[in-house]
C-alpha cells in the first residue's frame, strides 16, 4: 500500500525548488528517524530498490525503513504524516515495476522478525505479514497442516499476498483467511474477520490504504508425505509453465477467466518480442523477463506495446496486475 503526495511538474524553477525543498524535508524525516525509532530498526538513505524487487529494475528509495516492532511502525507513520513524506510498504517484491527514478519518500519492509513469526495455533496458524510464502507452506508441511501447499512457489510475503490476494493452482490466499490484523495510515490497529473484509480477483482493497501486519490462517490436519506429495507435484506444474528469469509474475490480470493473458499474448505472436532487455518470455507470454541490462523504462514501453496490440487486433483492455510505482 501506499500514500501520495503530487508534486507539481511545471514550470523548471518550481520544479528545482521543489526537489531542493524535497531533499530538505527527507534529510528532516532522517533525522527525526535517528532520534525518535529504536535502535534495533534499520534506515537506510539512498535505498536501490532494483535489488528489492524479483525484476530488478528500478532507481532508489530516499528512505528505507525496516521497524522492529508495531510501535516502531506507527512512528513511522506519524513522523511521515507530520512531514507530509508519502511512503508504501514493500514485501518481497515480486508484484512490483519500480520506475527508473526511484521512490521520491519512505520504503517501508516488514522484514524485521518480529512481523515474520509462523505458530501453530491448534489446527491455524498465526503469521506475520513479512513471513515468506515458501518458508509459510514449508513450515505448515513439517507441522502436518494441509492448505497452504499452494504457495510454495510464489515468491512473495504474506503481507503481498494478502494485498494481492495472491493464488495459484485453482486456490486464493483468502480462502484461508480466517482474521485479519491491520494498521491504519494513522496508525490505528484492527483485527478483522474475514467476513468483513472485502476481496476479489488479485485484491483486498483495504490494503490499498492499510497495512497489512498478519492473520490468522485455516489449515487441516494431513500426512506430511501427502503434503509434500502435492507440493511436488504443484512445483512441476509451475516450472513447466513459467519461466526462469528475473520477471514480476504475470504482467497483466487475465481480461476473463475464459481468456487467459498469457494465452491472448501468444496468440498475437509476441513471444520473444524485445524492448532493449525486457522481453515477453518465449516460455509463458504474462511474464516480461530482464534479461540482464533491462531498465524500467524498457519494462514499461513493453507493457505499453502489448497493450496497443491486444486493443488494436482483439479490442481487449488489458490491466496490469503488476503494480507501476516511482517517477520517471
Ligand atoms: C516467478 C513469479 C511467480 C509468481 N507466481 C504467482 C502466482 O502463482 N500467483 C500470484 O498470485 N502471484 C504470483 N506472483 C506475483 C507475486 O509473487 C504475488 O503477487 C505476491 O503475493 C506479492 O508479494 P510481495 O510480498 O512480493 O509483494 P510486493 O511485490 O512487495 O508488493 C505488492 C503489493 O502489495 C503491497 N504490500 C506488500 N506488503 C504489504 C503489507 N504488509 N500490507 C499492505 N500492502 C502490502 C505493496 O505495497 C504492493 O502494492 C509471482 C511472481 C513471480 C516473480
Known amino acids: 500500500m501506499k500514500s501520495t503526495l503530487q508534486l507539481s511538474p511545471e514550470p523548471v524553477d518550481d520544479v528545482i525548488n521543489q526537489a531542493a525543498l524535497h531533499a530538505e524535508v527527507i534529510s528532516d524525516l532522517f533525522r527525526d528517524f535517528s532520534i525518535a525509532l529504536p535502535k ?19 532507481g ?42 526511484g521512490f521520491r519518500g519512505v520504503v517501508i519492509s ?7 513469526r509462523i505458530e501453530r495455533v491448534e489446527d491455524r496458524l498465526e503469521v506475520g ?26 515468491p512473495g510475503s504474506v503481507g503481498g499476498a494478502l494485498r494481492m490476494n495472491a493464488g ?26 474475514v467476513a ?17 501486519l498478519g492473520a490468522t490462517l485455516r489449515t487441516h490436519s494431513g500426512a506430511v508425505e501427502d503434503i509434500r506429495r502435492q507440493m511436488d507435484t504443484y512445483s512441476r506444474k509451475r516450472w513447466d509453465s513459467q519461466p526462469n528469469q528475473p520477471s514480476a509474475g504475470c504482467t497483466f490480470k487475465n481480461p476473463s477467466p475464459e481468456l487467459p493473458a ?35 523504462s524498457d519494462v514499461l514501453a513493453l507493457i505499453e506495446l502489448v497493450r496497443t496490440r491486444a486493443r488494436q487486433a482483439r479490442g481487449v483492455e488489458l490491466e496490469t496486475e503488476v503494480e507501476i510505482l516511482g517517477e520517471d
Not at 534495533?40 to 530498490?49: A, G, N, Q, S
Not at 495459484?168 to 474477520?193: K, Q
Not at 468483513?196 to 497489512?212: G, K, W
Open 129 to 154: 505479514a513479512g513471513a515468506r510464502l515458501k518458508t509459510l507452506a514449508v513450515e505448515a508441511r513439517r507441522m502436518g497442516l494441509t492448505g497452504l501447499e499452494f504457495l510454495e512457489g510464489i
Open 196 to 212: 468483513e473484509i472485502e476481496v476479489s480477483y488479485r485484491s483486498c482493497p483495504l490494503l490499498r490504504t492499510h497495512l497489512a
Open 60 to 101: 532508489p528509495a530516499d528512505l528505507w525503513v525496516e521497524p522492529s516492532s508495531e510501535n516502531a511502525l506507527t512512528s513511522v507513520l506519524e513522523l511521515c504524516a507530520l512531514r507530509r513524506v508519502p511512503w508504501f510498504v514493500l514485501g518481497r517484491g515480486s508484484n512490483l515495476l519500480i520506475r527508473d527514478g
Open 168 to 193: 495459484a493452482m485453482g486456490a486464493w490466499m483468502f480462502d484461508r483467511v480466517e482474521r485479519m490484523r491491520c494498521m491504519s495510515p494513522e496508525g490505528v490497529i484492527r483485527d478483522l474477520p
Open 40 to 58: 534495533d530498526t534499520l534506515v537506510h538513505r539512498d535505498e536501490p530498490l532494483a535489488r528489492r524487487t524479483t525484476l530488478r529494475v528500478g
Open 262 to 296: 498469457g494465452r491472448l499474448i501468444d496468440e498475437l505472436g509476441l513471444k520473444g518480442t524485445r524492448v532493449g532487455d525486457a522481453m515477453v518470455s518465449d516460455v509463458h507470454a504474462n511474464f516480461f523477463v530482464n534479461l540482464g541490462e533491462a531498465r524500467a
Open 110 to 116: 516488514l522484514a524485521h522478525g518480529h512481523f515474520s
